[in-house]
């Protein structure tokens, strides 16, 4: 795998940390939004690191084992599972393990299991739901190779932001445009809210375009729809 120094991917993920995931997934001009369905099972913060990719084949978790051993504390394990719903790829006791060797999340395009004791530990992890029955042990599979997971493709490198919106990806290579354009729309919607408060505290002498954004008039005109007061 390609990697940046410690020191430059320090700084965009610290930076990437006040962003949420809803705002990169609007600056972002390719899809790297993943599937609604894999939302967190125990959410604590954001979840914002770099991703270390692996693919299963369907019901099996062998490679997943795999990688638990081989990423380095502060990573995010993210798991092609093809959306595999006939059982689960991960549990309480490859959980733990993987927060006791300091991994940051899992993110599985798939089911796990045993939701009450996951919602306890610190690791974050990702899923669509929850299955009882456990996966085989057998392979074949991949690490470190790219994937898609839950529509979205991922290499290992690239960044991760997970929140309870859901996971975007960000290309390695195109982080620190792409946080510049989340700053500047983080920026715009900060602006937006502040005149939406100032609506509120004097509405009664404010007309109802003073709170409308800029460009709604300029979309509309050309269904003949008139400006506002």
């Not at 609604?36 to 690191?49: A, S």
Request: glycine share 10%.
């Amino acid at each position: 795998m390609t990697k940046s120094s410690p020191g430059t991917d320090s700084q965009l993920i610290e930076q990437m940390r006040t962003i949420s995931s809803s705002i990169f997934a609007d600056v972002m001009e390719t899809n790297n939004t993943m599937d609604y369905r894999v939302k967190p099972v125990n959410y604590k913060q954001p979840l914002v690191g770099r991703a270390r990719t692996v693919s299963l084949p369907t019901g099996d978790n062998l490679f997943l084992h795999h990688a638990i051993y081989e990423v380095e504390a502060g990573d995010i394990i993210v798991v092609d599972g093809q959306d595999h719903k006939g059982s689960a790829y991960l549990g309480e006791l490859m959980a733990g393990a993987a927060e006791a060797l300091g991994i940051q999340g899992i993110i599985i395009d798939g089911l796990v299991r045993d939701k009450k004791e996951l919602e306890q530990l610190d690791i974050q992890i990702y899923a669509k739901g929850f299955m009882s029955t456990g996966p085989k042990k057998e392979g074949p599979g991949s690490f470190d190779q790219d994937i898609a997971c839950a529509s979205a493709f991922v290499s290992s490198g690239d960044y991760i932001v997970g929140d309870e919106d859901g996971v975007v990806v960000i290309p390695h290579e195109l982080a620190s445009g792409i946080i510049e354009k989340a700053k500047q729309k983080l920026a715009y919607e900060q602006n937006r809210l502040d005149i939406i408060q100032q609506y509120k505290q004097h509405s009664g002498t404010k007309q109802k375009s003073a709170i409308a954004p800029s460009w709604l008039e300029g979309k509309l005109k050309k269904y003949g729809i008139p400006e506002r007061d």
